[in-house]
Structure formats: structure tokens, C-alpha cells
């Protein structure tokens, strides 16, 4: 009976026929055309990458996105397929590249000046179209990008030696406040602490908690991060993103406050000259009309969490690794010795402390803080033979470039790395081009200053079994470090006398 079922020739085709035709063929049609365009689909890429394996590829490449985060998603793929690899973010072409050549093209050109990632997600936090990191409005971040390049280079710069050794030395007469009952130093606090406080002093220059700002700028980096490439879905169920939303409203707020003193101080002020900085060239900005107040907020928030979310990272890594590294030390002691003596750095002193400055590079490589650029390109163009479509999404994993490309010991922290000149096109950390790192310049001359007047005083030391190679890392748009209490703890111990 079975088999008289299933067979259709105990049918009566005449019946059956004249009523299945039509939805049938149209089902057949419509699966035809899909398979057609699956295939064409496939036919038109030559860049290596997963397959598109209808639609499972998209799906799955963006799945991995999400679970391991940008940075571990970026490396599989690079070292799966190579340094120039096709996969899916929502959906959208995007480019994993690291290699020299096609890094310095897209860092190079001014069609690829704008980024990429989720519109709620940005929105959610302030970014979409505001403030300079995520605005991906290019006429709105040509207007807003000169206001940063004014106060990170120039008189800014100059000033800024100063005012590091200043919140330096104020946070170390104050370590009890980041030391544990057993004697150790919360790194990461104390470095988030003197960023702050530094980018306080330079562009807005109104009383604030630091402690209470440090906390809502981590908590801030963290709904930042999460949301970023959150699908669109995501959004529509508000108990999943309220903590990320309510972590970037009170960040604002606090902003906002502080923008309000500093509205009422520039209102009183006899010497408007003396009080001209960051915040106020912002505010006057806005008072003739030329930025929204809540630009004008974010610009603000952005560059006071710019140095505390990369510089703070990437001084603990750096201390971290002076601790495993007693020859590195002692040469950059002897160095501190002879260029600089007794008394505290100056900014003259700078383009003098080279092993210094190698130090900060071969760290920045070897353990880098920002190990990917986002960008998205504005017009069609070929990179290293292969056609770019308007609109692709481009990561830059500048992190990987430097460990497989142009360095003698890539896999090994090593001064000899940067013994002879680099040629810049193999070392990127901040970028490159119309939209690179805009505090490129003042980062370099922070962690100068912050290193030199911190190891002029104490020796650090790892507690006991810890080395950054075990630290874990979650490796998304930015690397940091395991936030557990203990891993980021170090010993200080006091120098015997000055140097
Ligand atoms: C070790 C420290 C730092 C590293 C490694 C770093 C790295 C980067 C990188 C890789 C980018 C993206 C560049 C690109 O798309 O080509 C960037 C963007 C940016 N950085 Fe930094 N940065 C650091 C410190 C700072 C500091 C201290 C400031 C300001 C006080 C700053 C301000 C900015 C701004 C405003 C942007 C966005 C530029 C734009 O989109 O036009 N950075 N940074």
C-alpha cells in the first residue's frame, strides 16, 4: 500500500498534473534563479575567503564576529586564507587585510576615509555621526577633524611634558589610593588615573573626580565595543542593550556638567586668550551656530577617553614588559642617566631618547593596544590587483602585518627590531593618511614623559608567575587586558636615590 502510494503511476496524472503545474514551476523558476545568482555570486570574487555556500557563508563568518570579537575573527581568517581575504559582516563584504601594500593604499587614499560598523550600535552610544573616532559622515568629520589637529599638535604639544610629569608625580605621592592590602599597585588604575587627569588639564581644564569619570570611561569602552557590530535585531529588544545604553548616557551627563562649568567660567573670564583650549574653540563653535551642542559633546567625551582607553593600555603592557625584560631596562636606565640626569624630562630632551623611543615601538608591535583600523571605501577601486566595490567594509590588522611582515625577530620582543629605521610603511601603529591616529604625535611624547618620570622612581616588578603572554586578552577593537583585580597588579619599588 505504501509503495502504491509513493508510486506515481498509481496516480491519475491527468488529475494531478493541470493543479501543481503552475506553483510548481514557479517554485522550480524561483529556485533556478536563486541557485543562478548563488553562483554568479560566487564566480564574480577572486579574493580568497570562505565560500558563500548559500548564504552559510555570510552567516557563519559573521557568527564568528560576534562570538570571538574582531581582533581573534580577524587573525583566523588571515591565517587561514592568507593576507587579503573576503568574508561577511551583517551581511556586508568586508575586507581582512594584512599586508603592507594594500594597508598603505587604503591608508593613503582619501575614498576611504570613512568606517564602518552598526548604526544603532554608534547611535546608542553617541557615535553615529558625532564626534570625530566613528563619524562616518565625511563632510561632518572634515569639519570636526581640525578642531582635534589643532589641539594635539603645536603649542598643545609643546605643553604637554609638563603636564604629564605634573599628574605623574601627583598620582605617585597618592599610590595608597591604587594600592592593594598586600602591598601592590593596580597599573591600570593608576595609568587610567594620569590620562585623565593629563587630558583634563589639556583640553578642558575644569575640576573633576577622576575615579568617578575612570570608571563611567571603562564602562562606557565596554557598551562601545559590544555594540559595535550588533545586528539590527539586537536593538529591538531594549532590556539586551539597556546597560550598554545607560553606560553611555551617564558618561554623557557627566560630560555635559562639565561642559556647563566650563560655559559659565568662559562667561567670566577677563583674558579670553589665557583660557583658549580644546573645550572652548568647541563651545565658540557652537555659539556661532557651526557644531550642535551634542557635537560638541561628544567631541569632548572622545577626547577626554582618546589617551585613557589606549595610552593607559598600552603603559601597563609596557611596564609589563620592562619587568620580563631586566637588559631593556637597565638600557634605558643608562639612557634616562645620560640624557637627562638628575632633573626632570623636558620636552628638548625628547628626540634624544632614542632607546627609549625603540622600547615604546618594539612594545607597540609586539604587544600592540589597537591592533585594527576600521574603514569602509567611498568609491570603487582595486587594491593589489583586486576590484573593490563601493560601500566594501576594510579591516586593517595592522597587528598581524607586523608580526608577518619586514622584522628580523617578529615573534620575539627584542630591541634589535628597531635597531635600524623602520621604513614607515611596515610600522603602523596609529595609522596613516587623512585619517590616522589625530594624537599620533602627543601620544608618543605622553608615554616618553609618563615612562621616563615613573622608572626615574621605582623599578616594577610582575607578581610572581605573571608575564603578559599569560595575561588573556579579549582582543576585540582594542586589545586590554583580563580587568580581574590581580592580574593587573605590580610591585613599585622605590629606586635608591635619584638618578
Ligand atoms: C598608544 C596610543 C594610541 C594608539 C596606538 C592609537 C591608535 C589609533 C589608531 C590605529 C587609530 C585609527 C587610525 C586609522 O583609521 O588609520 C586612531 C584614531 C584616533 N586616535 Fe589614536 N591612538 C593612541 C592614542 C591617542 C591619543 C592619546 C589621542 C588623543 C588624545 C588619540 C586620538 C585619536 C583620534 C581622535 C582618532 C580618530 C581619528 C579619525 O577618525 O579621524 N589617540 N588611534
Redesign the pocket.
Known sequence: MLLETLNPMYYNISHVVPEVSPTATVSLLLVSCFLLLVWRYEETSSIPGPGYCMGLGPVLSYCRFLRTGIGSAANYYNNLYGDFVRVWINGEETLIISKSSATFHV?KHEHY?S?FGSRLGLQCVGMNEN?????SNPSL?KE??PY?SK??SGPGLVQTTDMCIKSTLTYLSRLKEVTTENGNVNVLTLMRLI?LDT?NN??LRIPLDESEIVLKIQKYFDAWQALLLKPDIFFKISWMYYKYEKSAKDLKEAIEKLIEKKRKKLSTVERLEENMDFASELIFAQNRGDLSADNVNQCIL??LI??P???S???YFMLMLIAQHPRVEAKIMEEIKAVIGDREVRSTDMQNLKVVESFICES?RYQ???G????KALADDVIDGYYVKKGTNII?N?GRMHRVEYFQKPNEFTLENFQKNVPYRYF?????????????Y???V??KAILVTLLKRYSVQPIMGRCLENIQNNNDL?VHPDETQSSLEMVFLPRNGTI
Open positions: 591608508m576615509t568606517r564626534g570625530i573616532i566613528f563619524n568629520w570636526i577633524r582635534f589641539a594635539l590620562m587630558s589639556l583640553f572622545e577626547m582618546a589617551a582607553d589606549t595610552l593600555v598600552t603603559l607597540m600592540p593596544v589597537v585594527l583600523v576600521m574603514r586593517l595592522l603602523q601603529p596609529f595609522g596613516f593618511g587623512p585619517r590616522a591616529c589625530a594624537g599620533k602627543i601620544a608618543m605622553m608615554m582594542s
